[in-house]
Every structure is written in C-alpha cells, then in structure tokens.
C-alpha cells in the first residue's frame, strides 16, 4: 500500500476505544477582585465549555483519521454523565458501548481560568474499580462489538474501568477472534497487559512500570529494556515514545529508533493520544513496524503545533508522511 491508499483505508476501519472516558470543563473569566471572605481572587465566569478528556480526546484522532471511533466505558448516572452522552453524540461518535452506573460518579475536571492562567483544577471523581457486575457488563459489551471492529485500544487511565481480570477476558477474547489490541498504558495495570499487539508506554512509564533505570540516548540499554518489556508481557510489540528523543518500536522481529521531527512546539498536551490513535489504524491496517512507527510519529509531532488539545490534521498528515515517505 502507499500512503494515499493507507489514508483511504482508515474510512473504512471500526476502532473499539475501552478505558476511562471523563468530561473536561472549562471555565473562563476575569479577576478584578480579591474575595472578602478568603484571599483568594473572584473569578467573573464569561465563558464555559465542555470538552472530552481521557479515552475521548482518543476518540477523537480515530474519527479525524476516518475511522469510526466506538467508546466502550462506564459512567454514571448523573449530571456529568448526561453531558458526557450528549458531547459524544454530539460529535457524531458510537455511543453504544457506553454502560451508566448507579454507584459511580462521572470523573470530571474543571479549570477555572483568569486571562490566559489557570487558577485552579478541581477534579470530581473516583479510582475505585467498577463492581464485579459492571465488569461484566463492560466486558459482555465489548465481546459483542470485537468481531465488527479491527483493532481495540486500551486506554487507561487508572480511574478504575479496566482492571487485571477485564484486560485478561477482553485479550484473550480478541486474540480468539484475531482483532488486534493497541494499549495506553498507566501505573497500576502496568505489568497486567499480557498478550497484547502492541504495547505503548511513554519513557517515564517503562522505567515506573519495570522499575528499572537505563540510559536512554544508549540504544542498546533501551533496546535491552524494550525487549525485557515484550518478554515479561508477552507482547507482540513495543512502541516507546521518547518526547524529543522521537520513538522507538521493536514490532514484528524489527527495530527502529525514529528521530522527533523539529518542530515549533506550542503544547505537547495530547501528542500520546495521536501517537496511539495512529498506529492502532496503522497495526490494523497491517502495516509494516517502521510505517507504524514514522506515521505514529509524524503525527505526535504536528498535534504539538497547536495551542491545547486538539486532533490530527489528516490531510495535513498525509502530506508530511508523503514528503517523508514513510511508505
């Protein structure tokens, strides 16, 4: 395949995103005076705006690249909840798997921000697991939706959808039936992904997740801990994102080690959220290590372009993966 028939095929992939969905809140005003009851300044609200945030800034690449993005989380049966749902049926994405419980909150984060500076972040949630029966639901839902999709990604957030056994079932369960999965990892399911495709942690998480320490810009220390990574997990694939340092992959008996692109940095919020969104297209796709890796890349790269959380440009990442020619 070239590139341009790599990009028309991500229309035609269904991507199962299961993990941590949550709602960001955005608060704007001013402060023109400091409060008589504490010192602390009063925020004069102009502006509020509801964002996705975890799984569903993911969601949002995979439908940008194409794809149809198809959530599958659990969330309550409150206010948040409902503006979650609204949000994503808002933007036009598959809502199907999402289960609303009664003994759960909506996580939500809220920034109260003056001018152009963030006062206060005031989170609303719960890390607990979900109940063993929303467990199952969550995974008798997934089973349902694995053998119309083409890859699934676990995004984790360590906010107690996932756990140990409903990672094992929902593996083992797309491994049966050949889909592919793509995990985001975070620190307490760490060393619980056993038998994924391909496994995506940041540098900070492979050294918290092994407990190991190496040197980074040694390739050979690296190298040595990405192939202890794939051992202790069974994983088919790592895919190492090192922030300025690029990526590296050890996939399908290759290993590569891809420079970051220079680039204008302005924010570098949401860059993983691209890289995993893209390569679990690309592994879908079956695309050889190094595409998945440069294209994975190369997109990280120019979400870090814009101010904030935004998705991929796809035109605009066809055209730099072309010039590279990454295919």
Same mark, same amino acid.
């Given at each position: 395949?070239?590139?341009?028939?790599?990009?028309?095929?991500?229309?035609?992939?269904?991507?199962?995103?299961?993990?941590?969905?949550?709602?960001?809140?955005?608060?704007?005003?001013?402060?023109?005076?400091?409060?008589?009851?504490?010192?602390?300044?009063?925020?004069?609200?102009?502006?509020?705006?509801?964002?996705?945030?975890?799984?569903?800034?993911?969601?949002?690449?995979?439908?940008?690249?194409?794809?149809?993005?198809?959530?599958?989380?659990?969330?309550?049966?409150?206010?948040?909840?409902?503006?979650?749902?609204?949000?994503?049926?808002?933007?036009?994405?598959?809502?199907?798997?999402?289960?609303?419980?009664?003994?759960?909150?909506?996580?939500?984060?809220?920034?109260?921000?003056?001018?152009?500076?963030?006062?206060?972040?005031?989170?609303?949630?719960?890390?607990?697991?979900?109940?063993?029966?929303?467990? =199952?639901?969550?995974?008798?839902?997934?089973?349902?939706?694995?053998?119309?999709?083409?890859?699934?990604?676990?995004?984790?957030?360590?906010?107690?959808?996932?756990?140990?056994?409903?990672?094992?079932?929902?593996?083992?369960?797309?491994?049966?039936?050949?889909?592919?999965?793509?995990?985001?990892?975070?620190?307490?399911?760490?060393?619980?992904?056993?038998?994924?495709?391909?496994?995506?942690?940041?540098?900070?998480?492979?050294?918290?997740?092994?407990?190991?320490?190496?040197?980074?810009?040694?390739?050979?220390?690296?190298?040595?801990?990405?192939? =202890?990574?794939?051992?202790?997990?069974?994983?088919?694939?790592?895919?190492?994102?090192?922030?300025?340092?690029?990526?590296?992959?050890?996939?399908?008996?290759?290993?590569?080690?891809?420079?970051?692109?220079?680039?204008?940095?302005?924010?570098?919020?949401?860059?993983?959220?691209?890289?995993?969104?893209?390569?679990?297209?690309?592994?879908?796709?079956?695309?050889?290590?190094?595409?998945?890796?440069?294209?994975?890349?190369?997109?990280?790269?120019?979400?870090?372009?814009?101010?904030?959380?935004?998705?991929?440009?796809?035109?605009?990442?066809?055209?730099?993966?072309?010039?590279?020619?990454?295919?």
């Amino acid at each position: 395949m070239n590139i341009d028939q790599v990009f028309e095929a991500f229309n035609s992939l269904r991507v199962l995103v299961v993990g941590d969905v949550m709602l960001d809140s955005y608060v704007w005003g001013k402060v023109e005076r400091i409060s008589p009851e504490a010192p602390v300044p009063v925020v004069n609200v102009s502006k509020r705006e509801y964002r996705l945030g975890g799984a569903g800034n993911v969601l949002l690449n995979v439908q940008a690249l194409g794809a149809e993005a198809i959530i599958c989380s659990v969330v309550g049966v409150d206010a948040a909840g409902d503006t979650l749902c609204a949000k994503l049926t808002d933007l036009g994405l598959n809502c199907e798997g999402l289960i609303r419980s009664e003994s759960r909150i909506t996580t939500i984060k809220e920034r109260i921000i003056a001018g152009s500076q963030q006062v206060v972040r005031i989170d609303t949630e719960t890390d607990k697991y979900i109940s063993d029966e929303e467990r =199952q639901r969550l995974v008798n839902k997934v089973k349902e939706l694995i053998p119309t999709c083409q890859v699934i990604i676990f995004e984790d957030y360590d906010k107690g959808v996932l756990s140990a056994e409903a990672i094992a079932d929902i593996t083992s369960f797309a491994n049966e039936h050949g889909v592919p999965t793509v995990v985001d990892p975070k620190k307490r399911n760490f060393l619980s992904y056993h038998n994924t495709t391909l496994f995506k942690p940041n540098l900070k998480e492979l050294r918290e997740g092994l407990k190991v320490d190496f040197d980074v810009d040694k390739d050979g220390e690296l190298q040595d801990v990405v192939q =202890q990574l794939k051992q202790t997990l069974n994983a088919q694939g790592a895919l190492i994102t090192l922030s300025e340092r690029g990526v590296f992959i050890d996939y399908q008996e290759e290993v590569h080690h891809l420079p970051a692109h220079i680039r204008k940095i302005a924010d570098v919020s949401g860059a993983g959220d691209t890289v995993i969104s893209i390569a679990a297209c690309c592994v879908a796709l079956g695309l050889p290590s190094r595409a998945v890796a440069g294209i994975s890349n190369l997109g990280g790269g120019l979400v870090c372009e814009s101010v904030g959380v935004v998705p991929i440009n796809k035109d605009r990442l066809r055209e730099e993966a072309q010039k590279e020619k990454l295919l």
